[in-house]
C-alpha cells in the first residue's frame, strides 16, 4: 500500500477520502499542475479543466444525485479513484448553486456513512487504529493511542481531548454521548475503536457541509453556462420532480414560519432542521414524532416530517411511528412526549435560541396572582401557557381598542362641547 | 442601563466611569469584531469566555432562614427566610424581599469553588491553574473565568455538556450498566475516571467513617427525599462488605432487599454531594455580561476583585473585599427605612439587627453596605 509520506496514510485513503486536508493536492499532482498554478485559475476554469481532464466525471456526478435523490446514501463504484477526488469540488458547487439544503445534506451523510462503512471494513487491519489517528491528526484533532488501557474488561485504546470530542457528540443527541457517561479524566476521553468510528463520521458530516454562500449570482451565471454544469442542474431538476413529496414538503416552503404559533421552540428547531434535509439524530426523531402523536396529528402527518430525511424509508418510518403511536389499531402503549429536563440533557432544548427562543420557555408562566409556574414539558405545559399568554394578549388588544374607541369617543364629546 | 459602549482604552473606561458613576458595571465575556454596534448581528462574533458563576443564591444553606426576609407590600407582615406564596395575614402574594449574607453562606459558596476547580477543572478537564481566572463577585460568590483556547472556542452545546457533566446532569444508570440481574448487582470501580469513578469514591468515603456518617448523609440529602429507612439500615448492616468489594474495586455490590430503585436512590444523594452547584444558565450564555473588575457591586459596595486561587483559603471576602480603608473615624449618618435589618459582619465588628427608623453613625463601609441593600438612606 502506497504510503503519503507527508502524512502517513496509505493514497488509498486520500482517494476514497477527498475531504482530508491535502487531498486536493493527490488531485494536483495527477493532473500533473502545480498546487500554486490550480490555485491562480478561477472556479470557472477549474471545473471546465477538471470536465476535460476526466470525461467520466460528468456521467459520475449525475449517477451520485440519481442515488441522492432516491435516498440512496451511497456512492456507485469505484470511489477510490481520482474522478472521486475531482467530484468532490464540483458536486460541492452544484450544490451551492442549487442552494438547496436537502441535497447538501444528503451529500454530506453520504460522504459520513460511506467513511463508516470504509473503516468498518477495514477492521481486520493491524493498524487500522492507527489508520483512524492519523485521520484524525490530519483533520487538527488530537486523538492518541495508548492499547493497553482497559476499563470494565473492555480495550479503550482511543483517548480524545475534550473540546474535539464534544465538538461533535454533541451533536449526536443521544446520551450515551454524553460526558458525564463517558470515562473522562485528565482532559481526556476514552474510545473504542467504534466509538472513534461514529465520531469521525460526524466530523466528515461537519466538514463536506457546503457553503451556501460560496456562489454569488454572477458566478452562478457564468457556471451554469458550463454545458457539462447545465445539463446535470436540468437532469437535478428532472429528478427532484419526479420525487416532489421529498423536495417540496406539503408542510413547509423555504422562508414560512414554521408550526403552529404554539409550537414550543425545540419543537420548531426540529421541524427547521427536517426540513432541510438534515439528518436527525435518533431522539430528535423521537421527539417530533412523540410531540406530533401527542398533539393531535394524524400517523400521516407524522410520517410526512421524515420525508425530507437523506435516509429516509416509508415503510420504516410508518412503522416506527405507528409503533410509537400504540403499534396499528392503537394497542399498544402510546409513548408520551419527552420532558423538559430529558431534552435538555439530549441538548434539544432551544429556550434561548436566538430564532426559535422563547420566554415562556427560560422564565417560565405567569399566574394572575404572580406566581410563576415553569414549564416542563414542552406538550402540555407550554401548549396551554402559550394559549393562555395569547388569550391575555387578544384580552389586553380588545382593552387597548376599546380604550382607544373611549378616548376618541371622548375627545369627540369634547369637541362636540366646545362647539 | 447603558450599553453596547466600546472603550478605545481603559484611560476612556475609567472616565467614563468617573463621570457617570454607575451602580452597576459589566462588561461582556464575548469577544466581538464590533463590540460597539447597537446590535447583535452587526458585533460579529468571535468567541467567548468560559464563564462559571457560582452564588450562594443558588445553593441551598440554612442560613437563608435565619437572615432573609419577606416584606407583604399590603399589609407589611415581615416573614423569616424564603418568601410565602401568600401572606398569612391579607392573602398578599407581592413581597419585598430582603436577601443578606453572612460567613455561611460565602463559606458555602468558597467550597464549591474548591469543589470546582479541584474536582473538575484540575483533575477531569486538566486546566492547568494558571489558566483559572479568579473573582470575588463582591456579592455572594466568585466567578471563574476560563480564557485558554480550548473553551474560547466552544459553541452552546458543548457549554451546556461541560455545565452537565460538573452539575451531574445526566447520568444514565442503564449506560453505565448498573443494573441487577437475578441476584447480581453491577456497581462501579473506584478507579474508573468520570462520574462512575467519583459514585464509588464518595460511597467509599461514606462507609469508612461509619453508621453515624451514613446516616448523617443519607438522613439529610441536600435535595429531595431522605433514604427509606428499612433501606438505609441494610446498608449499614452491609457496610462491611460493601467496603471490602470497593477497595478490591469489585463491580460485584449486591446487597439482598436492596431494589434498584434504591440504589439508584442512593446514587442521587451522592450525586448531589458531589457535583459543584454553578449557575448554568451563565456558563451556557455566549453574549454574557459580567462584572466589572475593580467596580464595586451595587448591592453591597464591595470590591469585585481577583484572587489567586492559593490565596483563597484565607480570603475574608467581608473583610479583603471592602472599598475604603477600615478608619473608625470615618463614619456616616444613616437611618434604617425597613422594618428589619439583619446582622452583619463588616470587617471585625458585628453591626445590627436595627429596625425602622434607627438613627445611627456608623463606619463607611458598614453604612455603605446597608444602603447598598437599599434598607437604609443617608441622614442630612
Not at chain 2, 448581528?41 to 452564588?55: L, P, R, W
Not at chain 2, 467596580?295 to 453591597?300: A, D, R, V, Y
Amino acid at each position: 500500500m502506497e504510503i503519503v509520506q507527508k502524512y502517513n496514510l496509505p493514497k488509498q485513503l486520500f482517494l476514497q477520502f477527498p475531504w482530508l486536508n491535502e487531498s486536493s493536492k493527490i488531485l494536483f499532482e495527477d493532473v500533473n499542475i502545480s498546487e500554486e498554478k490550480m490555485r491562480s485559475i478561477s472556479l470557472i476554469e477549474m471545473v471546465q479543466f477538471l470536465f476535460k481532464e476526466y470525461p467520466k466525471l460528468l456521467g459520475r456526478i449525475k449517477q451520485f444525485f440519481r442515488n441522492i435523490i432516491q435516498s440512496k446514501e451511497e456512492f456507485s463504484p469505484p470511489t477510490d479513484d481520482t474522478i472521486h477526488l475531482a467530484m468532490y469540488p464540483v458536486l460541492q458547487i452544484i450544490i451551492s448553486l442549487t442552494g438547496n439544503r436537502i441535497l447538501g445534506n444528503a451529500l454530506t451523510n453520504t460522504f459520513a456513512k460511506h467513511c463508516q462503512s470504509v473503516l468498518t471494513n477495514m477492521s481486520s487491519n493491524r493498524s487500522l487504529n492507527k489508520i483512524l489517528q492519523d485521520i484524525f491528526s490530519n483533520l487538527g484533532i488530537s486523538c492518541t493511542i495508548d492499547e493497553k488501557i482497559y476499563k470494565n474488561g473492555m480495550k479503550f485504546p482511543f483517548q480524545m481531548d475534550f473540546p474535539s470530542y464534544l465538538k461533535v457528540s454533541t451533536k449526536i443527541r443521544n446520551e450515551s454521548w454524553k460526558l458525564i457517561n463517558r470515562y473522562f479524566g485528565d482532559g481526556k476521553i476514552y474510545l473504542i475503536r467504534h466509538d472513534v468510528i461514529l465520531l469521525l463520521r460526524e466530523f466528515v458530516r461537519q466538514k463536506t457541509q457546503p457553503d451556501y454562500k460560496q456562489i454569488n449570482k454572477e458566478l452562478s451565471t457564468q457556471m451554469e453556462k458550463i454545458p457539462e454544469i447545465s445539463e446535470i442542474l436540468n437532469e437535478i431538476s428532472t429528478l427532484m420532480a419526479t420525487h416532489k413529496k421529498r423536495f417540496e414538503s406539503s408542510i413547509f416552503s423555504e422562508g414560512e414560519t414554521i408550526g403552529s404559533e404554539l409550537y414550543p421552540p425545540c419543537i420548531k428547531a426540529i421541524l427547521f432542521n427536517a426540513m432541510h434535509g438534515e439528518n436527525l439524530s435518533h431522539n430528535e426523531r423521537l421527539a417530533i414524532a412523540f410531540f406530533y402523536l401527542n398533539t393531535n396529528h394524524s400517523i400521516e402527518d407524522t410520517v410526512d416530517i421524515f420525508r425530507t430525511s437523506p435516509d429516509f424509508d416509508e415503510k420504516i418510518a410508518r412503522y416506527q411511528t405507528e409503533f410509537a403511536a400504540g403499534g396499528p389499531g392503537g394497542k399498544g402503549t402510546k409513548y408520551r412526549m419527552y420532558n423538559c429536563v430529558k431534552l435538555k440533557s439530549f441538548h434539544l432544548c432551544r429556550d434561548d435560541d436566538p430564532n426559535f427562543g422563547d420566554k415562556l420557555c427560560r422564565d417560565g408562566a405567569k399566574k394572575n396572582n404572580g406566581e410563576i409556574v415553569p414549564i416542563q414539558n414542552p406538550a402540555k405545559d407550554f401548549i396551554f401557557w402559550k394559549k393562555v399568554d395569547l388569550n391575555r394578549l387578544h384580552r389586553s388588544q380588545i382593552v387597548e381598542q376599546l380604550e382607544s374607541s373611549d378616548e376618541a369617543e371622548i375627545t369627540k364629546k369634547k369637541e362636540e362641547d366646545s362647539k | 442601563m447603558v450599553r453596547h459602549i466600546q472603550f478605545p482604552s481603559n484611560k476612556y473606561l475609567i472616565r467614563h466611569l468617573i463621570t457617570t458613576a454607575p451602580r452597576h458595571s459589566y462588561h461582556s465575556a464575548t469577544y466581538y469584531e464590533r463590540p460597539g454596534a447597537e446590535t447583535m448581528d452587526q458585533k460579529g462574533y468571535i468567541a467567548c469566555d468560559f464563564v462559571v458563576d457560582i452564588d450562594a443564591d443558588h445553593i441551598p444553606t440554612n442560613c437563608r432562614q435565619n437572615h432573609d426576609y419577606a416584606i407583604c407590600k399590603a399589609c407589611g407582615a415581615i416573614f423569616q427566610g424564603e418568601k410565602p406564596l401568600k401572606c398569612s395575614e391579607c392573602e398578599g402574594t407581592k413581597f419585598d424581599k430582603i436577601s443578606w449574607i453572612c460567613d455561611e453562606c460565602l463559606e458555602v459558596s468558597k467550597k464549591q469553588v474548591f469543589n470546582l476547580v479541584e474536582n473538575f477543572l484540575l483533575r477531569d478537564f486538566s486546566i492547568p491553574l494558571e489558566d483559572i481566572h479568579l473573582y470575588f463577585s463582591g456579592h455572594r460568590g466568585y466567578h471563574i473565568h476560563l480564557k485558554t483556547k480550548a473553551f474560547l472556542d466552544l459553541d452552546q452545546d458543548a457549554r451546556r455538556e461541560i455545565s452537565d457533566y460538573v452539575t451531574g446532569e445526566g447520568f444514565s444508570f442503564k449506560i453505565w450498566n448498573f443494573r441487577k440481574i437475578q441476584n447480581s448487582m453491577t456497581g462501579f470501580s473506584i478507579e474508573d475516571p468520570g462520574w462512575s469513578g467519583k459514585i464509588a469514591k464518595e460511597l467509599y468515603n461514606i462507609l469508612i467513617q461509619g453508621e453515624p456518617r451514613i446516616r448523617e448523609v443519607f438522613e439529610n440529602p441536600i435535595y429531595g427525599k431522605k433514604l427509606n429507612s428499612v433501606v438505609l439500615n441494610m446498608f449499614i448492616s452491609n457496610r462491611q462488605y460493601l467496603i471490602e468489594q470497593i477497595s478490591k474495586k469489585s463491580r460485584a455490590w449486591q446487597v439482598a432487599g436492596i431494589s434498584d430503585k434504591s440504589w439508584i436512590r442512593v446514587f442521587e444523594i451522592l450525586r448531589d454531594r458531589i457535583k459543584a452547584d454553578i449557575d448554568v444558565v451563565v456558563s451556557i450564555d455566549l453574549h454574557r455580561l459580567i462584572r466589572l473588575e475593580g467596580s464595586l457591586h451595587g448591592k453591597t459596595g464591595f470590591r469585585v476583585m481577583k484572587i489567586n486561587y492559593e490565596d483563597l483559603k484565607d480570603f475574608d471576602p467581608l473583610k479583603d473585599a471592602l472599598s475604603f480603608p477600615d478608619n473608625p473615624e470615618n463614619t456616616l449618618d444613616i437611618e434604617i427605612t425597613v422594618p428589619i435589618s439583619p446582622k452583619i459582619r463588616i470587617g471585625s465588628n458585628n453591626y445590627g439587627p436595627y429596625n425602622k427608623g434607627d438613627k445611627l453613625k456608623l463606619p463607611l463601609n458598614a453604612a455603605l453596605f446597608l444602603m447598598c441593600k437599599d434598607v437604609a438612606m443617608l441622614r442630612n
